[in-house]
């Protein structure tokens, strides 16, 4: 399971820093923070937006200008699910 953890971990937050949403990488964790602060919406407005728009659900901010994501809670087709997530955020952005 460590290594499939950090299969997950390694897809989410290289796909958060390649659309410019700044992630560090958690290393004892389950969750991904990407910034969402150069959108210049609040995590609510993002969030809600996202998933308005875009139909992709995402976490309560924990910090803000912060979303968490999970990369630990997909049982199968995590690799697809993980990139249609990251697909539809990519969209999302290109909308701004």
């Given at each position: 399971m460590i290594r499939e953890y950090n299969r997950r971990r390694r897809l989410i937050v290289d796909g958060f820093n390649k659309l410019g949403l700044d992630c560090f990488e958690p290393l004892g964790a389950f969750y991904a923070f990407p910034s969402?602060?150069?959108?210049?919406?609040?995590?609510?407005?993002?969030?809600?937006?996202?998933?308005?728009?875009?139909r992709s659900r995402s976490f309560r901010a924990m910090y803000s200008g912060l979303r968490?994501?999970?990369?630990?809670?997909?049982?199968?087709?995590?690799?697809?699910?993980?990139?249609?997530?990251?697909?539809?955020?990519e969209a999302f952005l290109d909308k701004l």
């Amino acid at each position: 399971m460590i290594r499939e953890y950090n299969r997950r971990r390694r897809l989410i937050v290289d796909g958060f820093n390649k659309l410019g949403l700044d992630c560090f990488e958690p290393l004892g964790a389950f969750y991904a923070f990407p910034s969402i602060k150069s959108t210049g919406m609040t995590s609510d407005e993002f969030a809600g937006r996202l998933l308005k728009e875009e139909r992709s659900r995402s976490f309560r901010a924990m910090y803000s200008g912060l979303r968490r994501r999970a990369f630990a809670v997909f049982l199968c087709n995590f690799r697809e699910q993980l990139l249609e997530a990251l697909g539809r955020i990519e969209a999302f952005l290109d909308k701004l």
